[in-house]
């Protein structure tokens, strides 16, 4: 029998993944709870074999990170990365903290009982890549990476100034990349971009 | 082979003139060798050059004079009379050749050489105005754009460079031109002499006035942007809710249809016991979805009492937690990450959180009833954390280690909300 974390902040996600975890026999609900940096302190006071963690959870904590903090303390822990949002950075972010396995909420072809499964089996399960989304004219696999970490430092809010000091590149090259996003996407100010890709959840501020 | 001697006096006195003003050259030209401190070999040469040119026609006119009076000729008079005219014409035409590559080094030195003229000359052309002075304040050089500024600065010549020195370092001139003045003191040895250099900024100002309009006008953009994008967050939680009310309402839709089967087939095709349950989860959902509100900041305190109390190690605030957010998600977590190295390394049972504040500051003191004393704590991902944050946001971090371990953060008020 696995003993299971669960770390959502949504009562009714919660309660679905909680229905799911007790249809499956192995699985023994311990905790859950909605704040993930507090995973860790229940972590320490009882056996858990499963984590299951949302992203962006209470208080605006980020599980990914409580996720790291849990496995340098306890790497025994599984854990898996429960999500409704396909922000691009999330499934590499989940992967560098080391994360077990990774799960979209509404656009996995595997079932949670199956992620689970094969996780507690030793597999890691990660989705190929994230879900394709429309921005304006274009594909959200259309960026590059440079154009994403250019488009996470507009939807923060930095300057332009901000944004070339922290990627290393002079303001006319950035300004370049985001002609080519404006391009791409048919958008006529990068106001209008921001505000669709954080609409889209392709990029959260603050995650 | 004919010698000076018997050509007509007409060609003798020629030859007399032509090496007479080829005298007067090389003088001249000796003369602007020194003047200008030219190499000794130059000098040399030019001056060699003088006494074969003095010595040459005082010979030739004495040999001259010596046989008109027919006397004999003897020593270098002879020699030189009886040398032949193609030797003076080659020697003439060396000579040209030497003062024409004389004339051109002249020529080409004056168009590289620095002077007084050459200066004035450059600096005159400079937009910007330069001015050299005495400590007195006394002129010794300044350029046509100095005068220009001086002018419109004060409405006199310029005489005296203190005025410039006590003018400022921007100046708005009456037609709307701003200027920027520098001074600076140059030491040659015991003299010091001011150097001032005033440049014309007007371009810079009117633009640096519309970078700030700009900035400003980017500045609230972000600031529209933020809230923006704080609104979409709300919106697309709301979003997700909706989404899990959708889900519900699935399958409640699925338990009617499953209960019609169930009734249809009188207990065949689906049991009672899936209907049951069908019905439970489905409360369930339904009651986990009346929950699913906004928290306040305070249920972030409440939270993580409740997981300490599960922890085994009872948190006690002495104080009120800040209600502006940042402060509060700071003070939360410092007493979070001390409360799990407490109980973690010194199996502590209680935390003691002290929270005061200043006009400036609010503080914050932690420390616990753990067993093992520590000497030395080495900040691993939680401190260290904790302590970027702080700093982050001007703040101060210590960790101390005589009698137990308590930690102190001392953290900015911005505005004196907390």
């Known amino acids: 029998m696995y003993n299971v974390l669960i770390v959502d902040d949504q009562r009714t996600a ?26 860790e302190m229940y972590c320490m006071k009882e056996k858990i074999d499963l984590v299951l963690m949302d992203v962006c959870t209470a208080h605006g904590e980020n599980g990914i990170d409580a996720a790291a903090q849990i496995k340098r ?7 898996i990365i429960v999500t409704s949002m396909p922000e691009h950075s999330f499934i590499v972010k989940s992967k560098e903290a080391g994360c077990d396995s990774f799960w979209y909420k509404d656009f ?10 094969k996780t507690m089996s030793g597999q890691s399960v990660y989705p190929i890549c994230t879900p394709i989304i429309d921005i304006g004219m274009a594909n959200s696999d259309e960026f590059t990476s440079r154009e994403m970490d250019v ?25 370049s990349h985001i002609k080519n996003l404006l391009s791409k996407t048919g958008y006529k100010s990068t106001m209008q971009l921001a505000v669709d890709v954080v609409n889209k959840k392709l990029i959260l501020p603050g995650f | 082979m004919k010698v000076y001697l018997s050509y007509s006096e007409g060609v003798r006195a020629l030859v007399i003139s032509l090496i007479l003003l080829f005298l007067v050259l090389s003088i001249v030209i000796l003369i602007m060798d020194i003047i200008k401190r030219r190499k000794f070999s130059i000098i040399a040469a030019d001056f060699i050059l003088i006494v074969i040119m003095f010595i040459l026609p005082f010979e030739l006119e004495l040999s001259d004079r010596l046989v008109r009076a027919g006397k004999n000729l003897k020593g270098f008079s002879l020699f030189v009379s009886e040398l032949p005219l193609w030797v003076y014409v080659v020697a003439f035409c060396i000579t040209v050749v030497y003062f024409a590559i004389r004339l051109s080094a002249l020529r080409r030195a004056k168009r590289v050489q620095i002077t007084y003229d050459s200066v004035r000359e450059a600096t005159d052309n400079l937009p910007a105005g330069i001015c050299y002075a005495h400590s007195t304040g006394r002129l010794m050089f300044a350029n046509r754009a100095m005068y220009k500024f001086y002018d419109s600065l004060c409405g006199e010549f310029l005489n005296d460079a203190k005025p410039l020195w006590d003018c400022g370092e921007n100046i708005m001139l009456d037609n709307g031109d701003v200027w920027t003045v520098k001074s ?4 040659f040895g015991d003299l010091n002499i001011i150097e001032t250099i005033a440049f014309d900024t007007t371009k810079l100002y009117n633009m640096r006035d519309e970078l700030y309009e700009r900035n400003r006008a980017l500045k609230l953009q972000q600031e529209r942007l933020s809230k923006l994008l704080t609104n979409i967050g709300i919106i697309q939680r709301e979003e997700e809710v909706l989404l899990s009310k959708v889900r519900i309402h699935d399958h409640f839709g699925r338990c009617v249809i499953a209960t019609r089967r169930f009734l249809v087939s009188d207990g065949n095709d689906i049991s009672q016991e899936e209907i049951i349950e069908m019905w439970d989860t489905a409360v369930k959902l339904l009651e986990a979805s009346m929950y699913d509100k ?9 939270d993580l009492l409740e997981a300490a109390d599960v922890l085994g190690c009872k948190i006690i605030i002495d104080g009120d937690v800040p209600e502006k957010q940042e402060l509060s998600y700071l003070i ?3 007493i979070r990450v001390a409360v799990t190295n407490a109980y973690e390394y010194a199996k502590a049972t209680e935390l003691y959180a002290n929270i005061s504040r200043d006009d400036r500051y609010v503080i914050c003191e932690i420390s616990d009833n753990g067993q093992i004393k520590a000497d030395f704590i080495r900040e691993g991902g939680g401190l260290l954390g904790i302590r970027k944050s702080i700093e982050r946001c001007g ?5 101390k280690c005589d009698d137990g371990v308590k930690l102190m953060a001392k953290i900015p008020v911005e505005d004196g909300v907390i």
């Open chain 1, 73 to 79: 303390k306890h790497p025994h822990i599984k854990i």
């Open chain 2, 184 to 187: 600076e003191v140059i030491s």
């Open chain 1, 108 to 117: 996995g072809d595997e079932s949670l009982s199956d992620v689970m499964r």
């Open chain 2, 332 to 334: 939360v977590s410092l």
């Open chain 1, 14 to 39: 919660r309660t679905m993944i909680e229905n799911i975890v007790e249809g499956e026999r192995d699985y023994n609900i311990v905790y859950s709870i909605e704040n993930a940096a507090l995973a």
């Open chain 2, 395 to 399: 703040g101060e971090f210590v960790v």
């Open chain 2, 294 to 302: 906004e928290i306040s900041d305070n249920d972030a305190v409440s």
């Open chain 1, 151 to 175: 488009l996470r430092g507009l939807v923060a809010g930095y300057s332009y100034r901000e944004i070339s000091e922290e990627l290393g590149i002079s303001e006319n090259t950035l300004k």
